[in-house]
């Protein structure tokens, strides 16, 4: 079992492709995914499951959403401890300027493209920074993102397969995915009750 941190791309942002996170959450417990909590109202949802195959999990997900919504919404997906790399590998850990909500990782479905890495490197549109990485990207926006033209830049290059969030969602998600796996492990391997006891006694001959 382990804890899975699933974020959705363009969700709830206007007034289309709008739908409740009780919803999501009720989607996710009846493909059996334990323990779905969600964090904010974009999209993102925090389980637990044992599959390893995480291709054919986005897949599962994204037709069941599609089915009971009405419309596709790209699914990316991370374990925790893919999402704990990330923060590991932050570029802009040691800088002291930096704003955690000026900070945004844009989360690829698949590994980043010699091609797309070049273009990404060409783009000189303002103060932005961007770090790219294989499967993410880190992009500081000094004076927010709201009227930076970089998203829509990117937009062009990604072709629309990742989805973005700033660093104080990033840790949080993975605050929750940890403390998910804690609760998974302790429903697993707790200690057995005095009806546990006694029903171990009884097969034991004790």
Request: contains cysteine.
């Amino acid at each position: 079992m382990q804890a899975i941190i699933a974020m959705l791309r363009g969700v709830n942002v206007g007034p289309h492709n709008r739908f409740s996170m009780d919803a999501l959450r009720a989607l996710f417990g009846s493909l059996k995914l334990r323990n779905a909590q969600t964090y904010l109202q974009s999209g993102n949802v925090v389980f637990a499951s044992n599959e390893r195959n995480l291709s054919a999990l986005c897949k599962r997900i994204d037709d069941a959403f599609e089915k009971t919504f009405g419309f596709r919404a790209a699914v990316i997906l991370r374990t925790a401890a893919e999402m704990r790399k990330v923060i590991s590998k932050n570029p802009f850990a040691e800088r002291k300027d930096i704003e955690p909500s000026k900070l945004l990782v844009t989360f690829l479905a698949e590994d980043l493209s010699p091609e797309a890495q070049k273009d990404l490197d060409a783009i000189t549109v303002g103060p932005e920074e961007i770090n790219a990485q294989a499967r993410e990207l880190y992009v500081y926006f000094p004076n927010g993102v709201g009227r930076s033209k970089l998203p829509a830049m990117m937009d062009r290059v990604l072709k629309r397969s990742g989805t973005a969030r700033n660093w104080n969602s990033v840790t949080k998600m993975l605050e929750m995915a940890e403390q998910i796996q804690s609760e998974e492990k302790l429903d697993v391997f707790s200690p057995p009750t005095e009806k546990g006891r006694d029903t171990l006694s009884n097969l034991h001959g004790d």
